[in-house]
């Protein structure tokens, strides 16, 4: 319709060039030719609009593009913002474990000191009662005085022994009871780490073990005096139970209460209404220990 208002417009130039001023009529040929020309302008304006209408498209396609490329850059900015909160989350729960694990090694160093000059101790306390023996037998061709005198030496010196075997023992507990502290604090630090290679996506390395090998506390040889006769104890039937702690595993209550991280699947056998998979255990659940 627009074009159509324009072809008067169009036409002016041609009718002024072909002598429109003047008073005759145009001849039809003239008039033909003159609308040829108008036809051949409304064609070239319809091309030209035709491509500006295209130009108009392809600008909004392309801002329409520019969006959805800000907005997939915008998401993808969050997401890793979000990872990097959770990075440094686990880097410092890490780092506070090794705090941990880095107190246990210095308190570990200082009950193998106190192991190791209980050893001293009963060490010049055997030297000791070997010369009180010595003493002992040199006294005996002499009166009943001095062989009472070196029993009585030898009995102190037997004492002062005991009581640096005493001292060892208790040492040596202390010592295992240490190692398997530290070896908890092993599987704890490989937890996290492992927590931290699944969120980071960073495949996970088992590092060199840090602790030594964890061994049952020895408990010090007692020699017990016979107990009288008495009637048979009713049969206890109290249950042990465990209730589950953050970052807690089926190996470190193993290690708890057996001493070793491969008895897991006793604790499973015996909780299988409630875990009938390990990879079920989860904080607040209450276990039964056999």
Request: hydrophobic share 45%.
């Amino acid at each position: 319709m627009k074009l159509r208002l324009f072809l008067p417009l169009l036409a002016l130039p041609v009718f002024a060039t072909a002598g429109f001023a003047q008073t005759a009529e145009p001849s039809p040929s003239q008039l033909r030719r003159d609308f040829i020309t108008v036809q051949q302008q409304r064609d070239a304006l319809a091309a030209q609009v035709d491509q500006l209408r295209a130009e108009r498209d392809a600008m909004q396609a392309e801002r329409d593009q520019l969006k959805t490329d800000a907005a997939s850059a915008k998401a993808t900015v969050t997401a890793a913002e979000t990872s990097a909160v959770e990075a440094s989350e686990a880097v410092r729960a890490q780092k506070e474990a090794e705090m941990t694990v880095d107190m246990t090694v210095r308190a570990y160093a200082l009950k193998e000191q106190e192991a190791i000059e209980a050893n001293k101790l009963a060490a010049a306390a055997t030297e000791k009662l070997l010369a009180a023996e010595q003493v002992r037998d040199s006294a005996l061709a002499e009166t009943q005085q001095a062989r009472e005198t070196a029993a009585a030496e030898v009995a102190r010196a037997t004492a002062e022994r005991d009581a640096a075997k005493q001292s060892e023992a208790t040492a040596l507990a202390t010592k295992a009871a240490m190692q398997n502290e530290l070896y908890a604090a092993q599987i704890r630090i490989e937890n996290l780490s492992r927590a931290l290679a699944a969120r980071s996506g960073v495949p996970f390395t088992p590092t060199a073990s840090i602790a030594p090998t964890p061994v049952a506390a020895e408990q010090p040889a007692v020699t017990e005096a016979p107990k009288p006769e008495t009637a048979p104890a009713a049969t206890s039937t109290q249950v042990r139970t465990h209730t589950v702690a953050e970052g807690e595993s089926l190996s470190l209550i193993s290690f708890k209460y057996y001493q070793s991280p491969n008895k897991w699947d006793k604790i499973v056998a015996a909780n299988r209404t409630k875990l009938r998979n390990p990879d079920m255990l989860r904080p607040g659940m209450v276990l039964i220990i056999p």
